[in-house]
């Protein structure tokens, strides 16, 4: 499981969905790098996954949990930071920015088994904003939600403020696109790639986890990469 959904929900795909995959399929083997941008408007309308069959894609898959996503931007996305903090937050684009940032290069490792190795993310650590709010006493654990409306996941504080979990806003050294969980995605470097919640709108700090989307269907809460969920591939650290 990576981006955010394997099996989805069941949703039909439209016909139009279908053609265009069949269109852009037939035309990527000669011109993929060009199609990219195309692929990625047709996966926006794709809830199954197929769209990461197509070439193209840079080894990445196309997943989400519901049938369409709205699109955010510098002009109407917002992070809101809270929970228990001494000074709740909410940040826009901008302002993320400006934070500082670091940037990591490790292989993004899906649970289903595709990896992409050498994979550059570059964001503000999430240890940053915690800080900036000033968690309270009590806290045991960090809370994600996304605005597709129902993904979430968690991770414990401790595992939120290593200096590998970072709040992204670059993948592959360009600006993190609304595919890939764009403007801004969670990144969790040494964990599955279901863990690190695409399209995040909201930092909850908790006084105990809280079990992510997929957490509750099954899926191992801590999901270090070789070390859960059943698999033994090597680890992205």
């Not at 394997?6 to 139009?16: D, F, K, L």
């Not at 801004?184 to 695409?198: D, E, G, W």
Request: with cysteine; glycine share 12%.
């Amino acid at each position: 499981m990576s981006e955010q959904n394997e099996e989805g929900r069941g949703t039909p795909v439209g016909r139009r969905v279908v053609l265009g995959l069949l269109g852009l399929g037939a035309a990527g083997v000669a011109a993929g790098p060009y199609l990219l941008r195309a692929q990625e408007a047709v996966a926006g309308k794709d809830p199954t996954g197929l769209t990461g069959l197509l070439p193209g894609g840079g080894g990445f898959r196309y997943y989400s949990v519901v049938a369409s996503v709205p699109t955010r931007d510098a002009d109407t996305y917002t992070l809101t930071v809270d929970g228990l903090v001494e000074r709740p937050g909410r940040y826009r684009l901008a302002d993320l920015r400006a934070m500082p940032q670091r940037r990591i290069v490790r292989d993004v490792q899906c649970v289903t088994g595709w990896r992409v190795p050498d994979t550059p993310f570059e964001g503000v650590p999430l240890a940053h904003l915690l800080d900036s709010a000033g968690v309270t006493a009590g806290a045991r654990a960090v809370r994600f939600s996304c605005f597709d409306g129902e993904y979430t996941e968690s991770l414990t504080l401790e595992q939120a403020r290593r200096d590998d979990v970072l709040v992204a806003l670059r993948l592959q050294d360009a600006p993190i696109s609304h595919a890939h969980g764009g403007p801004v995605r969670l990144y969790v470097a040494p964990m599955y790639f279901y863990k690190s919640a695409k399209w995040l709108s909201g930092i909850t700090v908790t006084d105990a986890v809280r079990p992510g989307y997929w957490e509750e269907l099954g899926y191992d809460t801590d999901a270090w990469v070789g070390r859960s969920n059943g698999r033994d591939d090597a680890p992205t650290a």
